[in-house]
């Protein structure tokens, strides 16, 4: 898969801009704070419907208008897909696909795919277990639209039983618990299967990917840490217990304790917990081969790669390692970000760059 243009109009800093895009590596320069970013995210939108920068989507309005609008037009092995992004200050969003409005955002999952990094993914690896979450979330969402659905359906029946446990009546919590129990162990152990599934496809690959951005020096392993393994009806059938054997718990704290809302992964570099011994060099490294991973996963299930979005990657990283990167990517799109380009390091590689100033492209170098 690839994405042939990029229409902007209002969208950050940019008024009117169209990017074309080879099938290859396209290299977007220019300085800090001329638009390379919001491009890169742009694309990111069409893919998800969701921004990795702003929490909210009037956000990426031009200042002083009332509108914005992002638009791209892919390539996949089923033909080619237009995606439109309209965007108001009521903070409400209209998505369009081949001209035809869709209602859902489930409905925009799936027609592009890409795999987003930026130093801001750091936070895979750095932060908060929900960081993970999000991560897989956003990957298998793109991938199957029945996880996307399950993991809607489960976060409304969380929340329905969060509000049951605050209940001061017990008599009423024990009664009509075991109703959400069913209801939510049924979408959970969708979930988690699939999180596990995922894990399990991606940890080998990331380890390979890491092991030759590191010249074979550091040895990755991925672990899920839900505690639950199986098929869905077994899963099921161990949460359902576990949720019985929680109850007082639960009560008291007012909020469902277990379940894959409190699903982590853990990274362990040389036998360490990367996020807590690795230095940045080695936890930004673990991070990026962990999207190199995702990408393969995409071409696995998919039959083809997404389009990979790197912003701002080469310039974190040593000259050996920006080498191994480039010469990884080549059998997929990918859309760099980057102040300038290093000749040194593009060395024999066929590359598009397309030069960024001020919202505008400025030139175009093939």
């Keep these: 898969m690839f994405i042939k243009n990029l229409q902007l109009e209002n969208f950050r800093n940019y008024t009117l801009e169209t990017f074309d895009f080879s099938q290859g590596v396209n290299v977007l320069t220019g300085a800090n704070a001329q638009g390379k ?13 969701y921004s990795p920068r702003a929490n909210k989507d009037k956000l990426v309005i031009k200042n002083g208008e009332e509108r914005a609008k992002i638009r791209g037009v892919a390539t996949s092995n089923y033909g080619d897909v237009s ?56 990957s298998l969402s793109q991938k199957s639209k029945s996880y996307f659905y399950a993991l809607q359906r489960y976060n409304k029946i969380l929340s329905q039983r969060n509000n049951l446990l605050k209940e001061p009546d017990t008599y009423l919590i024990q009664e009509t618990l075991p109703i959400w129990d069913e209801q939510l162990v049924k979408e959970a152990s969708k979930i988690i299967k699939a999180r596990n599934d995922f894990l399990v496809e991606i940890a080998p690959i990331a380890e390979e990917k890491h092991a030759f951005l590191s010249g074979g020096k550091e040895i990755l392993k991925m672990k899920m840490e839900s505690g639950y393994k199986g098929d869905e009806l077994e899963i099921a059938t161990f949460l359902k217990a576990d949720l019985k054997a929680n109850l007082q718990k639960d009560i008291r704290l007012g909020f469902t304790s277990i379940g894959p809302h409190r699903d982590d992964v853990k990274f362990i570099l040389n036998g360490d917990d ?31 790669y997404p389009i990979l979005i790197l912003d701002d990657v080469l310039s974190e990283l040593d000259k050996p390692r920006q ?26 590689k066929q590359f598009k760059q397309i030069v960024v100033e001020n919202g505008k492209i400025k030139m175009v170098k093939e």
Excluded: W, Y
């Design 37 to 49: 970013t919001n491009a890169a995210e742009a694309i990111f939108f069409l893919c998800t419907g």
């Design 83 to 138: 995606v439109e992004i309209r965007f108001n200050k009521s903070d409400k969003k209209d998505i369009f696909i081949n001209e035809i409005e869709v209602l859902k955002i489930g409905e925009l999952l799936g027609n592009i795919h890409s795999v987003f990094f930026n130093p801001s993914e750091l936070k895979l690896v750095q932060e908060a277990p929900e960081d993970r979450r999000r991560f897989l979330n956003i």
């Design 274 to 304: 990367v996020k807590i011994f690795g230095s940045q060099g080695q936890q930004r490294t673990v991070a990026l081969s962990v999207k190199l991973a995702e990408a393969e996963s995409f071409k696995n299930k998919l039959g083809e």
């Design 323 to 348: 080498k191994k990167l480039i010469s990884s990517v080549e059998n997929m799109q990918t859309i760099f970000t980057a102040t300038h380009i290093d000749r040194t390091v593009f060395k024999g």
